[in-house]
């Protein structure tokens, strides 16, 4: 457990790199919903795939920051009640670290299923949860429209993470040398 | 696609605004937003308004710099009052209790209160936007990390979020590469192809780009290591500076603002609406 929340340098770096490729992915590479103000956000894929690699610290900042500074950039100011919920669910999605074996260049069957089951609760709470629950502290907005809005992007994010995050996973397995990929002759 | 569009496209200029230290800016931009975003009192949001307006005046901060900000707002705007009417054409009613009908379309009432949360709520958002601006549009990018540090954010984050701002235009360059090869390699991505391919075509350029982001992990934190990052529990920043007075004086004002705004809403409004049917 403890060593989920370890923060090293290469935590860090990550970290901000994630950040900035999250607020790419943010800004530019999305589709719009029939669900005004939600989108398909692929970024949430990338925040899965930070999450997982560097832990539950590293998600939770990547998102936070990703989606604060996009805001900022696109509308002047960060709509906080969802930033932080971004965090929320890259905090949760890290709970996927060192429970897959992608570091060892494997992620099939299991590991796909533990990712995305963790990848779902994420979601669930981060958007059904957290976010319309603070709309409501925060903004006062209309209890069933955020609810709605949340559920939406509850759904597009968990195919998101859930798609796009699998894929990039299997893809960074491929990348890694396989334990015991030497033999004795 | 608006790969011109430049992050921080802060100007150095010599203004009050600009002499400020970043820090001070970061706790009044804070201050300010959390007023506006407490109180739903019309009075309290235009009185921050103009007030902000007035700042961006002095700030010497030009139309064209904002423009486009202004613009994805305004859209913001008025489809939050749209769909905020159509799901709950009732709330304001619900808040205010009472009710004053004025007109009906559809079958859905019209009423005065409906109309006064509307209006208060599209104030609330549209004044926070030039304090945003503002802030954004005169603090040195270098001087944030040492400003968040100051509030007491940890520095490591702090240092993650300075990551962030230097390497976002290095990735947006990255990415219109990768963007412009696979092109030329035959992916099509214009508005020729189909919109499910060109969208399955945008995320074989973020593959690359994320593969060749992570090796550049590894340098940087490498780098970093060599050079002793995070051995002790505190650091030093550069850029950060001293507080002057102009720096108390504009923290004084930004929390008298602040409290106002709560005060307000406590003794006065005794919720966070300001009722004025009753």
Redesign the interface.
């Known amino acids: 457990m403890k060593d989920l929340f370890k ?4 935590t ?10 999250f ?3 943010f800004m ?2 999305k ?1 719009p919903s029939p669900v ?2 939600t989108s398909f956000q ?1 970024a949430y894929g ?1 925040s899965a ?1 930070f999450a997982t ?1 560097f832990g539950p610290i590293a998600g939770a ?1 990547i998102s936070f ?2 989606h604060a ?1 996009s805001d ?7 709509w ?1 009640s969802w930033v932080i919920a971004s965090g929320v669910s890259g905090f949760i999605f890290g709970f996927a670290f060192k429970r897959t074996k992608v570091e060892e260049g494997e992620f099939k069957g299991k590991d796909i299923l533990t990712f995305n089951i963790i990848q779902v609760i994420g979601n669930v709470i981060a958007w059904v949860v957290v976010a319309p629950v603070l709309d409501i502290l ?8 955020v609810f ?1 809005q949340g559920i939406t992007a509850a759904i597009m994010n968990c195919i998101s993470a859930g798609v ?1 995050g699998t894929l ?1 996973l299997i ?2 397995a491929a ?1 890694r040398t396989k334990k015991g990929s030497l033999s004795k002759k | 696609m608006n790969m011109k569009m430049k992050l921080f496209s802060y100007n150095l200029a010599d203004t009050p605004i600009h002499r400020l230290s970043g820090l001070t800016k970061l706790i009044c931009f804070l201050f300010l937003t959390f007023a506006v975003m407490y109180s739903y009192d019309i009075r309290v949001t235009l009185a921050v308004m103009v007030f902000s307006i007035l700042l961006m005046w002095v700030s010497k901060i030009r139309f064209s710099q904002v423009r486009l900000m202004v613009i994805y707002v305004l859209i913001f705007i008025v489809t939050n009052a749209v769909i905020s009417f159509f799901f709950s054409p009732e709330y304001g009613t619900t808040i205010y209790g009472t009710s004053h009908e004025f007109a009906k379309i559809f079958g859905i009432s019209l009423t005065y209160e409906q109309l006064f949360y509307q209006v208060t709520k599209m104030f609330k958002y549209a004044s926070v936007i030039p304090l945003g601006m503002i802030f954004l549009l005169t603090t040195n990018p270098s001087e944030f990390a040492s400003s968040l540090n100051g509030i007491g954010v940890n520095y490591k984050a702090a240092i993650a979020v300075a990551l962030t701002l230097r390497y976002f235009p290095d990735i947006q360059r990255d990415y219109h590469d990768i963007y412009l090869s696979q092109q030329a390699r035959g992916l099509e991505l214009s508005s020729k192809a189909k919109f499910f391919d060109r969208f399955k075509n945008s995320l074989l350029i973020v593959i690359p780009l994320i593969f060749s982001t992570l090796d550049r992990v590894e340098v940087i934190s490498n780098a970093m290591d060599l050079r002793g990052f995070s051995k002790n529990k505190t650091r030093t920043w550069y850029t950060s500076r001293k507080l002057s007075r102009q720096d108390v004086l504009a923290l004084v004002v930004s929390g008298l603002i602040f409290i106002a705004t709560v005060c307000v809403s406590v003794f006065i409004n005794q919720s966070r609406f300001y009722n004025p049917f009753i």
């Open positions: 923060v090293n340098t290469k860090i770096v990550a970290t901000g790199l994630g950040a900035a490729i607020t790419l992915l530019y590479v589709v005004p103000e692929t990338l795939l690699l900042l920051i990703g500074l900022a950039i696109q509308y002047g100011s960060p906080w925060i903004y006062q907005e209309p209890v069933n429209l709605t796009i990039l893809a960074y990348t």
